[in-house]
C-alpha cells in the first residue's frame, strides 16, 4: 500500500488572499487563493494524488480501484466519503452563513448537511469570528434583521488566537472574520445558505445571492451552547476525529483496518515512513495513509492535525 501524498483543489473566492501560496507554495489559477481542499472526494474539487503507481487520480478514482477496505472498516456506515478538510484564508470577512443538517439538505439539496470544526492556525491581531447569537431571537427578528442590515448587532464575535478550536455544528450562524488562517475540518457537503454579505460584489459587479428562506429555515436563533467535552481529541463527531500533534523528532502511529488516517503538515520538514515507504513533507503538505497500513512514523518537527473515522 502506498502514503498518498496530495495535490488539493484551490478556491479563489473574492474574499482569499495570498497566505495559502506565500506560506504553504499552493498553485491556485489566479494570485489569491481562499481555499485548498486538501482531502476531498467531492466530485467537482477532489485532490488528486501526486505519487506512486496512483499518480494523476483523483482520490475518489483511487479508493474505486484500490477497494473501500482502504477507508477502513469505520467508513462502511456511510454511503459516500464523509469528510472534506481545507486550508482557509480569510483575507476579507466571510459572508454571514449558516449550514442545515442532513434531514432539510438531503430533503432541499440532494446532499448531506454539514457540520465543521475550525482549527485556528494563525490570527491577526485583534481577529475574531462569529459564533452564534449574543441573546436568544425571533424568527422576526432575524429577518428584520437582515433586511436593515443589523444582523451583526444580536451576533456573538469571539477574538481569536493561534491554536483555538471551534466546533460548529449544522443550524449555527457563524462567519470567520479577515485576517484568520484556519484548518476546517467539515462533512463532505457544499451546501452554504449566505445570510449576509457586506454588500459586496463579485469581480464581474454583481452582488451574491442569499439564502434568506432557507437560513431561517435551518438557523439556531440562541447562543451557541458551551461545547461538549472531547477529552484528547480536538474534536469528535460523527463524521470525523480530529487530533493536533506536536511532533519534536519522531511520532508512531498505526493505521488499522478500523480507519484511514489524514494527516495535514502545518510547519516544519520531514518525512512519513511505512511499509518501506518514505514521503517527505513540508508545511501545508497532506499525506493519506491508507486503512490497514499498520503501523507508521512522522520524522522531523511539525505541528500535523491527524484526522481519521471512529
Not at 495559502?20 to 481562499?34: H, N, Q, R, V, W
Not at 452563513?97 to 432539510?104: E, G, I, L
Not at 501545508?284 to 512522522?298: K, Q
Amino acid at each position: 500500500m502506498s502514503l498518498l501524498k496530495l495535490k488539493p483543489a484551490c478556491k479563489d473566492y473574492l474574499w482569499g488572499g495570498t497566505t495559502l501560496a506565500d506560506k504553504y507554495k499552493k498553485a491556485g489559477s489566479g494570485s489569491k487563493i481562499a481555499e485548498t481542499w486538501e482531502l476531498s472526494c467531492y466530485p467537482e474539487s477532489p485532490s488528486i494524488i501526486e505519487n506512486g503507481e496512483y499518480a494523476g487520480l483523483s482520490l475518489s478514482e483511487y479508493i474505486n480501484r484500490a477497494g473501500k477496505d482502504v477507508l477502513g472498516k469505520n467508513c462502511e456506515r456511510f454511503d459516500s466519503f464523509p469528510v472534506l478538510i481545507k486550508l482557509i484564508d480569510a483575507a476579507d470577512d466571510l459572508s454571514i452563513q449558516v449550514h442545515p443538517d442532513n434531514a432539510y439538505a438531503l430533503k432541499h439539496e440532494a446532499q448531506y448537511g454539514k457540520t465543521e470544526m475550525w482549527y485556528i492556525v494563525d490570527a491577526a491581531e485583534g481577529a475574531g469570528i462569529y459564533y452564534g447569537f449574543n441573546r436568544d431571537i425571533t424568527k422576526p427578528e432575524f429577518k428584520k434583521r437582515i433586511e436593515d442590515n443589523t444582523l451583526l448587532d444580536v451576533l456573538n464575535f469571539v477574538p481569536v488566537k493561534s491554536g483555538d478550536v471551534f466546533f460548529i455544528e449544522a443550524g449555527t450562524v457563524h462567519s470567520i472574520c479577515k485576517g484568520i488562517l484556519t484548518v476546517e475540518l467539515q462533512q463532505s457537503s457544499d451546501v452554504t445558505y449566505r445570510i449576509y454579505d457586506y454588500g459586496r460584489k463579485d469581480k464581474d459587479g454583481n452582488t451574491r445571492p442569499l439564502h434568506i428562506d432557507k437560513a431561517l429555515d435551518v438557523a439556531r436563533l440562541s447562543p451557541v451552547e458551551a461545547p461538549e467535552d472531547f477529552g484528547p481529541h480536538l474534536a469528535k463527531c460523527d463524521y470525523f476525529t480530529a487530533d493536533k500533534l506536536m511532533i519534536d523528532d519522531l511520532y508512531r502511529g498505526r493505521a488499522d483496518n478500523d480507519s484511514f488516517v489524514h494527516l495535514l503538515f502545518l510547519s516544519g520538514e520531514g518525512g512519513v515512513k511505512a511499509g518501506g515507504e518514505d514521503v517527505k513533507f513540508r508545511p501545508g503538505d497532506s499525506i493519506f495513509i491508507p486503512a490497514g497500513t499498520g503501523s507508521f512514523e512522522i520524522h522531523g518537527r511539525s505541528e500535523v492535525i491527524a484526522t481519521f473515522e471512529s
